[in-house]
Nanobody, 118 residues
Framework: QVQLVESGGGLVQAGGSLRLSCAASGRTFSMYAMGWFRQAPGKAREFVGDITRSGGNAYVVVSVQYLFTISGDNAKNPVYLQMHSLKPEDTAVYYC???????????WGQGTQVTVSS
């Protein structure tokens, strides 16, 4: 019932910045939070952070704090992942996900590739 599309990925040199966007369509009123995940080659999918739709509380994991920021308007559509000081270890496919409170991440986007060169 919710469709998500990520955009903004690409190739960037180490130390550069990118802003990813996640646009939602469909029954967006049912969204409780929008989350960002990433998956590097050969590694498991990793939770990056999320932002609640109603309260606007944003959170990122300790490993990217100070460098990554999640934001959005009052409707949280689109939701952004602003990334600064990118490192090669940040290379991954980045996904956004959403859902209702009881199943927070039941809808997923197709992912957008972020590649950071040294």
């Amino acid at each position: 019932q919710v469709q998500l599309v990520e955009s903004g990925g690409g190739l960037v040199q180490a130390g550069g910045s990118l802003r990813l966007s996640c646009a939602a369509s469909g029954r967006t009123f049912s969204m409780y939070a929008m989350g960002w995940f990433r998956q590097a080659p050969g590694k498991a999918r990793e939770f990056v952070g999320d932002i609640t739709r109603s309260g606007g509380n944003a959170y990122v994991v300790v490993s990217v704090q100070y460098l990554f920021t999640i934001s959005g308007d009052n409707a949280k559509n689109p939701v952004y992942l602003q990334m600064h000081s990118l490192k090669p270890e940040d290379t991954a496919v980045y996904y956004c996900a959403t859902g209702q409170e009881s199943s927070r991440f039941s809808y997923w986007g197709q992912g957008t590739q972020v590649t950071v060169s040294s």
